[in-house]
């Protein structure tokens, strides 16, 4: 949080009080409100059929019948890892449009970019054949348009919205309400819900690290994420649907007409509702979309072919009660299940993360880990300055790389920012190409990866990492998963630092089953090659006198809290040489093939750059907040 002046503060927290009484709307407003919305709802119902018109899907099929299969003693589960962009969002209207009950959707962000508005009117049109919909989103970065919430509110009967933990109230915040929340409410403001969750006929469930934004689905011209769902069929669904209802009646899951903005635009106009059709900024692109999600042949060769079926899953979420309650095991379940997970590793634990922040439970435990007898390897893909959004969370993994390197036993691998592997993967060279007349060296999804080209984009929105040396569309890590022995994995929304350990609720699955742990290893291993990463690595001693002299300086400003300004650090990174092939950092023949590119490889000098180092020296105060 940027240093105020003294009087900026008493005037922040001047103003943050006057909002206070007036935060919460009185009975009587949320009663009218609530009349209006009754009585200017639009009502008609697009289908009388029993099923209310659900469209067939070999997803939801699967589903269907592992629950049938299941028993307490040996559940049944369908598991599809969902590592590429358009199979993750053909997946999420695939099932929407073959709901015959209901659709839950909990999510962190929701943009009204081309991918915001697709998803949001597939589940209009759900609620309009006579689904019951049920959206929770995180107030901060949602819809934050008191026009569109007035709008959903009357959209239909069937579909209902709420806003988890509004500051103020409200569904907008302002620049100033935001630094009032940040002040006069610090602990409940700074905590989010960070879930992520698409649940159909409490049968299916999709979850992960996804938001509903364009770069989570690769459709940003400039940046795009790296990232990561699975779609889980079977009893862990009901998991899902019991963590979803406490969330939706949580005191901090706010219903529309409670909120301050909404309320007084409801009131103000007593029209009837209607829903205009989106407005996108790549039709065609959207277009092709719909055609995949519903082509029998794309289904299975994305989708179908590589669904697995396995026993043991378990769907783990933090309750929302995680910050009233820190104290009491049940509110951190998710979280405590992760330490216990990586603390009984015995041969490796592949751990992906955007951000390499490490909270004092976690940093126990790999030091534990790392003094036994036989530790386990460790080995971390992460980002780099170059590919991150998050330039100040950066600075602190940056600060304490010896750490990582020496007492963790980590080995890094930081994501390049046009690393050739997500770049080729994440794109579809027609998505309206039926898999069908693809060749036959190119028809399945393995290979298919090889033959993908760039034809989609949209625009960029939020944060946006440093500037670069090169050029072109870069990408950004944002899956956060793990594998362990090589016996089971967890896909989740948890990045494995103290914000996800301590304010924001998550959640996620653990999947117990060889071939799916060995599925995500390669794909996670994938993004720590030569050509897709850099890695980290101390550097090559020099003159061994002065080398250890700034070691040992290193260590000590890297141990203050504050003033950590020595600039020659421990570790740097690493690029292989052309010819050689990849080995550890601790391999002898490491220097011979590796050269260094420089603590920040193609960073240009920038404002974040400076701040970057500024951070490392007095920002590890704020390390659990960031």
């Not at 689904?131 to 008191?146: C, E």
């Not at 790999?366 to 530790?375: A, D, N, Q, T």
């Amino acid at each position: 949080m940027p240093a105020y002046p003294t009087a900026r503060i008493v005037l922040f927290s001047l103003f943050a009080a006057a909002l206070l009484p007036g935060c919460t709307l009185s009975h009587a407003q949320i009663r009218r409100a609530d009349a209006v919305i009754a009585a200017t709802t639009d009502q008609d119902v697009s289908c009388a059929r029993a099923d209310h018109c659900a469209q067939p899907s070999p997803l939801l099929d699967a589903a269907t019948r592992a629950l049938a299969a299941s028993t307490p003693a040996r559940p049944v589960h369908v598991v599809t890892l969902l590592d590429d962009s358009e199979p993750a969002l053909a997946a999420r209207i695939n099932l929407i449009r073959a709901a015959r009950h209901s659709i839950d959707v909990q999510t962190y962000i929701w943009d009204q970019d081309d991918t915001g508005q697709l998803v949001l009117d597939e589940l209009v049109q759900a609620a309009r054949r006579g689904v019951q919909v049920r959206i929770l989103a995180d107030q901060l970065f949602s819809f934050n348009d008191p026009a569109l919430l007035d709008r959903l509110a009357r959209v239909s009967p069937n579909l209902q919205v709420r806003l988890y933990n509004p500051t103020f109230h409200k569904a907008r915040t302002e620049p100033v309400e935001f630094a009032a929340g940040l002040l006069c409410c610090f602990v409940q403001f700074n905590q989010r819900m960070h879930n992520k969750l698409l649940l159909v006929d409490d049968s299916i469930g999709i979850t992960g690290g996804r938001n509903y934004q364009d770069r989570y689905f690769n459709w940003d011209d400039s940046f795009d994420y790296v990232d990561r769902d699975v779609m889980v069929g079977g009893p862990a669904a009901r998991q899902m649907a019991a963590s979803f209802e406490l969330f939706w009646q949580h005191k901090r899951a706010v219903p529309l007409t409670h909120l301050r903005d909404v309320n007084r635009r409801v009131l103000a106009d007593s029209t009837p509702g209607s829903w205009p059709p989106p407005h996108y900024r790549r039709p065609q692109r959207v277009a092709q979309l719909l055609q995949v999600a519903e082509d029998a042949a794309w289904l299975q060769a994305w989708l179908v072919e590589p669904t697995l079926q396995v026993g043991n899953v378990e769907y783990f979420s933090d309750l929302p009660s995680k910050t009233d309650k820190p104290d009491k095991k049940r509110a951190q379940a998710f979280t405590r299940r992760i330490m216990e997970m990586i603390g009984g590793a015995r041969h490796e634990v592949l751990l992906q993360t955007p951000y390499l922040v490490m909270s004092h439970r976690a940093q126990r435990i790999f030091k534990r880990l790392h003094r036994g007898s036989e530790p386990p390897r460790i080995i971390v893909s992460t980002n780099s300055l170059a590919s991150t959004d998050a330039f100040a969370v950066y600075a602190l993994s940056y600060k304490h790389r010896k750490r990582y390197l020496k007492t963790f036993g980590f080995e890094i691998h930081e994501l390049k920012p046009h690393a050739p592997g997500p770049a080729v993967d994440y794109d579809l060279a027609n998505l309206g190409t039926d898999a069908s007349t693809l060749p036959p060296e190119t028809a399945s999804p393995a290979s298919a990866r090889r033959t993908r080209l760039h034809l989609l984009g949209s625009r960029g929105s939020g944060n946006r990492p440093a500037p670069l040396l090169s050029e072109g569309r870069r990408f950004g890590l944002h899956a956060k998963s793990i594998v362990i022995d090589d016996d089971f994995a967890m896909v989740g929304s948890h990045n494995f630092d103290p914000r996800s350990d301590h304010y924001n609720t998550e959640a996620g699955v653990i999947v117990y089953d060889h071939a799916f742990a060995d599925r995500l290893r390669h794909s996670i291993l994938r993004d720590t090659q030569p050509e897709n990463a850099w890695v980290i690595a101390p550097r090559q001693p020099t003159v061994p006198v002065l080398t250890d002299i700034n070691q040992a300086i290193g260590s000590v400003s890297e141990s203050l809290p504050l003033f950590d300004l020595w600039p020659f650090r421990y570790a740097t990174s690493y690029e292989l040489d052309p010819g050689c092939q990849p080995m550890r950092a601790t391999d002898p023949g490491f220097y011979a093939c590796y050269q260094p590119v420089g603590d920040f490889p193609d960073v240009a000098l920038s404002p974040k750059l400076i701040i970057t180092r500024l951070i490392t020296a007095f920002g590890a105060g704020v390390r659990g907040i960031l």
